[in-house]
Each structure stands twice: as structure tokens, then as C-alpha cells.
């Protein structure tokens, strides 16, 4: 079995900062890339938009990044802790979403798997 737990979101005005925080946890092998999606208003699960993703193997490359949202969020991560973090700087109104986390992984019972948080809603407005 395998967590994903998120923390962080809420309301900001434009041109404000948040930051989310997203713990992996329970059966894991080894990690391969976490990242995170946010799934706007109005849109359907399978519209979610990929905002950033980051690599936990050596080699792996990356981060990677959706034009949107280059220059104003950075992702992060801490291998020890599986952890992945996103700074978002310089909020716009567009960036209203809820945003998850995600993982591709491999777990010590049943192989590679996708994996996702619960969603944390971000709501950038004045």
C-alpha cells in the first residue's frame, strides 16, 4: 500500500506565493518521478494539466516544467524523506486549481504503479 499525502494550498492574492508539500509513504521500492497536476475549474479529471515534474534517479534529468508556470514555480524534491515540494511565486488568477501530486514508483508487492494525492485546492484571487 502506498500514501500519497499532500499539505499546503489555500488562498492567496495574485503575486503572492504558496507552497505544497507531498509525502510518499508505505511499500515503496524505489521512486522513478513525482510531480505535480492541477485540474482547473470546469475541467475533468482526465484535463488535468501536467504543472511540473522532477526525477528521483540519478540521470533521470529534468525538472520539467509546463510553459505556464516557468519562471514562477519551482519543484524540488528530498530523496530521504520522498518528499516533493512546489514554490509557486507570482500567483496568477489562472493558477486557480486543484493541484495534485503524483508518483511513479515501484512498490515492494506489486510492481510499478501511478500513484496519486488526495488534492489540494489553490485559489488565487483578490
Known amino acids: 500500500q502506498v500514501q500519497l499525502v499532500q499539505s499546503g494550498g489555500g488562498l492567496v492574492q495574485p503575486g503572492g506565493s504558496l507552497r505544497l508539500t507531498c509525502t510518499a509513504s508505505?511499500?515503496?521500492?524505489?521512486?522513478?518521478?513525482m510531480g505535480w497536476y492541477r485540474q482547473a475549474p470546469g475541467k475533468k479529471q482526465e484535463e488535468r494539466e501536467l504543472v511540473a515534474s522532477i526525477s528521483f534517479i540519478r540521470g533521470g534529468g529534468g525538472p520539467h516544467y509546463a510553459e505556464s508556470v516557468k519562471d514562477r514555480f519551482t519543484i524540488t524534491k528530498d530523496n530521504t524523506q520522498n518528499t516533493v515540494y512546489l514554490q509557486m511565486d507570482s500567483l496568477k488568477p489562472e493558477d486557480t486549481a486543484v493541484y495534485y501530486c503524483?508518483?511513479?514508483?515501484?512498490?515492494?508487492?506489486?510492481?510499478?504503479?501511478?500513484?496519486w494525492g488526495q488534492g489540494t485546492q489553490v485559489t488565487v484571487s483578490s
Open positions: 503524483s508518483a511513479g514508483l515501484i512498490t515492494t508487492q506489486t510492481g510499478w504503479g501511478d500513484y
Open positions: 508505505g511499500s515503496i521500492f524505489s521512486i522513478y518521478t
